[in-house]
């Protein structure tokens, strides 16, 4: 308590506002210390993922000082590994949260007071767009304002590298470094605004012009131009950039859901911008069920998750899961490239190592090379960037509603993803299909997976003690059986270590560097991941069960069976 006081109260001098100061001393002034002792126990880390936290006073919060800070570092760094350009160039994007666009202006300042060029969208911009522009004007760096999928409360800061990936080593822990260096009074605020360019409308073209050549068969687009397709941005940076993409690809039905339209980061219709949350998705659904819509589509507030719905074959909506949604695009590219003559031999898939195991299935049976990575867009960008130009990308994914059909970004891209999902939906409606029929033909042809990711929330300090704590027991004791089935091999990625638990025998994971993920894979198949969130205070459990569908028929029966499979390990792994 007296480090976190002495914190507090350095913060209710002259060096910080008077919002600041006010609400500091409300904290030190209050009976119940929590609030002050979340507020300031820590430092919110600059990551290798950047920043992401709830706003408000304090060290462990998101406000102008932490992100302040964070910009500075990232200026200290780049103007020393670019020391030999006459220019340095970054973009600057943000969501629609609270705060966002206070933070990006003020990091625009900030760039610029530091001698380097800034490229500031006019207003809010999705954040494959911000990927884009990196790319596309030549830039050295590039941030965007943005906590993704949290509840309202967050915000957050991802800073991005030339290539138009978040940052990866050796940068990210050198730029971690740089960022705890500066104190609040080296931070340098007062900028050139003639070093700062606003990107608008002109961009904006220049961007769905590159979306739309995700299209890979524009003769099903034009059969099926009316299809219906109903599209939520949930309050977010999709609300003009996805319908104005969709329509520019030869979509002309577009069904929007009007309250969710409204840009705000209250997100007055959802407890949490989420679409994965049923709840997040329900409004859209029910507009499917009043418009009989052929697809449901929604992005996250920054618009880098693709959330899908479609109808079962007793007409009731429900939302395909990321994993799913993965084995549709590969599966759709893959037949779609083989059909037109498209293959040249050295395309390869990317997925991360919680993302189902059937895409390798698919990848091995049509004779594609496929790459595994940590979770997270910026290992599957690193993998582009290690295979250019000799091999050819065309696609990858991950089980958190993340897929990236191109690689003129180098992050999830869910606006590229709503042009290619709207088109898989015309090809199997040209077939007579729904997303659920090619779903169960995909299964019929390489085998039945179910997952499920599960979560337990531990908040607050005490909460990142119990998470560590966690993971530190199932290493140590890692669990002898797993759903009826015995373990076989434990691969612990924090020591790149792959053990067979039945014979001894270790063997090293191909991983450039270490992460915090423990995986469990039993006899019958199943795979268990184990891993803290590195954006919430979470710990997740992704599993899978393997199982085989004989028949179309007997979809509903095995996807029983594996789903109470599923619920058996989660109780294995948490009693």
Same mark, same amino acid.
């Given at each position: 308590?007296?480090?976190?006081?002495?914190?507090?109260?350095?913060?209710?001098?002259?060096?910080?506002?008077?919002?600041?100061?006010?609400?500091?001393?409300?904290?030190?002034?209050?009976?119940?210390?929590? @609030?002050?002792?979340?507020?300031?126990?820590?430092?919110?880390?600059?990551?290798?993922? %950047?920043?992401?936290?709830?706003?408000?006073?304090?060290?462990?919060?998101? @406000?102008?000082?932490?992100?302040?800070?964070?910009?500075?570092?990232?200026?200290?760094?780049?103007?020393?590994?670019?020391?030999?350009?006459?220019?340095?160039?970054?973009?600057?994007?943000?969501?629609?949260? #609270?705060?966002?666009?206070?933070?990006?202006?003020?990091?625009?300042?900030?760039?610029?007071?530091?001698?380097?060029?800034?490229?500031?969208?006019?207003?809010?911009?999705?954040?494959?767009?911000?990927?884009?522009?990196? =790319?596309?004007?030549?830039?050295?760096?590039?941030?965007?304002? +943005?906590?993704?999928?949290?509840?309202?409360?967050?915000?957050?800061?991802?800073?991005?590298?030339?290539?138009?990936?978040?940052?990866?080593?050796?940068?990210?822990?050198?730029?971690?470094?740089?960022?705890?260096?500066?104190?609040?009074?080296?931070?340098?605020?007062?900028?050139?605004?003639?070093?700062? +360019?606003?990107?608008?409308?002109?961009?904006?073209?220049?961007?769905?012009?590159?979306?739309?050549?995700?299209?890979?068969?524009?003769?099903?687009?034009?059969?099926?131009?009316?299809?219906?397709?109903?599209? +939520?941005?949930?309050?977010?940076?999709?609300?003009?950039?996805?319908?104005?993409?969709?329509?520019?690809?030869?979509?002309?039905?577009?069904?929007?859901?009007?309250?969710?339209?409204?840009?705000?980061?209250?997100?007055?219709?959802?407890?949490?911008?989420?679409?994965?949350?049923?709840?997040?998705?329900?409004?859209?659904?029910?507009?499917? =069920?009043?418009?009989?819509?052929?697809?449901?589509?929604?992005?996250?507030?920054? %618009?880098?998750?693709?959330?899908?719905?479609?109808?079962?074959?007793?007409?009731?909506?429900?939302?395909?899961?990321?994993?799913?949604?993965?084995?549709?695009?590969?599966?759709?590219?893959?037949?779609?490239?083989?059909?037109?003559?498209?293959?040249? %031999?050295?395309?390869?898939?990317?997925?991360?190592?919680?993302?189902?195991?059937?895409?390798?299935?698919?990848?091995?049976? #049509?004779?594609?090379?496929?790459?595994?990575?940590?979770?997270?867009?910026?290992?599957?960008?690193?993998?582009?960037?290690?295979?250019?130009?000799?091999?050819?990308?065309?696609?990858?994914?991950?089980?958190?509603?993340?897929?990236?059909?191109?690689?003129?970004?180098?992050?999830?891209?869910?606006?590229?993803?709503?042009?290619?999902?709207?088109?898989?939906?015309?090809?199997?409606?040209?077939?007579?299909?729904?997303?659920?029929?090619?779903?169960?033909?995909?299964?019929?042809?390489?085998?039945?997976?179910?997952?499920?990711?599960?979560?337990?929330?531990? $908040?607050?300090?005490?909460?990142?003690?119990?998470?560590?704590?966690?993971?530190?027991?199932?290493?140590? @004791?890692?669990?002898?059986?797993?759903?009826? &089935?015995?373990?076989? +091999?434990?691969?612990?990625?924090?020591?790149?270590?792959?053990? #067979?638990?039945?014979?001894?025998?270790?063997?090293?994971?191909?991983?450039?560097?270490?992460?915090?993920?423990?995986?469990?894979?039993?006899?019958?198949?199943?795979?268990?991941?184990?891993?803290?969130? %590195?954006?919430?205070?979470?710990?997740?459990?992704?599993?899978?069960?393997?199982?085989?569908?004989?028949?179309?028929?007997?979809?509903?029966?095995?996807?029983?069976?594996?789903? $109470?499979?599923? #619920? &058996?390990?989660?109780?294995?792994?948490?009693?």
């Amino acid at each position: 308590m007296d480090n976190v006081k002495a914190k507090a109260n350095y913060w209710r001098s002259d060096v910080f506002d008077e919002e600041t100061r006010s609400e500091v001393k409300k904290m030190l002034d209050a009976n119940d210390s929590s @609030n002050l002792i979340n507020s300031f126990y820590k430092d919110l880390e600059f990551g290798t993922g %950047g920043l992401r936290g709830i706003m408000g006073a304090g060290t462990n919060r998101m @406000n102008i000082y932490t992100v302040g800070a964070a910009t500075q570092g990232l200026c200290n760094y780049l103007n020393k590994e670019f020391a030999d350009l006459e220019e340095i160039k970054v973009a600057i994007a943000h969501d629609c949260r #609270n705060n966002s666009r206070k933070f990006s202006e003020a990091s625009a300042q900030i760039f610029s007071a530091n001698g380097i060029k800034v490229f500031l969208f006019e207003d809010l911009r999705p954040t494959p767009e911000l990927s884009f522009a990196i =790319r596309e004007l030549g830039c050295q760096s590039g941030i965007i304002l +943005t906590a993704s999928h949290n509840p309202k409360e967050y915000n957050g800061y991802k800073a991005y590298w030339d290539d138009g990936s978040q940052i990866v080593a050796p940068h990210d822990q050198l730029i971690v470094e740089e960022v705890k260096k500066v104190t609040i009074d080296k931070i340098k605020w007062d900028g050139n605004d003639k070093d700062i +360019t606003i990107l608008g409308e002109e961009f904006d073209r220049k961007f769905i012009e590159k979306v739309t050549s995700v299209v890979i068969n524009p003769d099903i687009v034009k059969k099926q131009s009316d299809l219906k397709i109903v599209f +939520t941005p949930i309050h977010g940076t999709g609300v003009k950039i996805v319908p104005a993409a969709l329509d520019a690809a030869g979509f002309k039905n577009i069904i929007h859901v009007p309250e969710q339209d409204v840009v705000s980061g209250d997100f007055p219709t959802v407890v949490s911008p989420n679409p994965e949350e049923p709840a997040a998705m329900e409004m859209a659904m029910e507009r499917a =069920r009043q418009t009989d819509a052929d697809i449901v589509m929604a992005n996250d507030p920054d %618009g880098d998750r693709i959330g899908v719905c479609t109808k079962n074959d007793k007409g009731e909506w429900f939302i395909v899961n990321g994993n799913q949604t993965a084995l549709l695009f590969l599966y759709y590219i893959i037949t779609q490239y083989k059909a037109m003559g498209k293959m040249k %031999g050295n395309e390869y898939v990317v997925k991360t190592i919680v993302t189902t195991e059937l895409i390798v299935e698919i990848a091995r049976r #049509n004779n594609i090379e496929y790459f595994d990575c940590y979770t997270g867009f910026k290992f599957i960008a690193e993998v582009i960037r290690d295979n250019e130009p000799a091999k050819k990308y065309i696609g990858g994914g991950e089980e958190s509603f993340g897929f990236l059909p191109a690689d003129f970004v180098r992050d999830k891209d869910a606006v590229s993803s709503c042009v290619l999902m709207a088109e898989i939906a015309a090809w199997a409606k040209d077939q007579g299909k729904s997303l659920y029929d090619l779903l169960k033909s995909i299964y019929l042809e390489y085998g039945f997976s179910k997952e499920k990711m599960k979560y337990i929330v531990r $908040e607050g300090q005490q909460g990142a003690v119990e998470i560590s704590e966690m993971m530190k027991k199932f290493r140590s @004791n890692p669990p002898e059986n797993l759903g009826g &089935s015995n373990l076989e +091999t434990v691969k612990d990625y924090s020591t790149l270590i792959a053990k #067979n638990v039945r014979t001894g025998d270790e063997e090293k994971i191909n991983q450039k560097v270490t992460s915090d993920v423990l995986q469990f894979f039993t006899k019958d198949g199943s795979k268990i991941s184990v891993r803290p969130s %590195g954006t919430e205070p979470k710990i997740k459990f992704y599993i899978e069960v393997k199982d085989e569908l004989k028949s179309v028929d007997e979809y509903d029966e095995v996807n029983a069976r594996t789903e $109470e499979k599923v #619920n &058996s390990i989660m109780d294995d792994l948490v009693k």
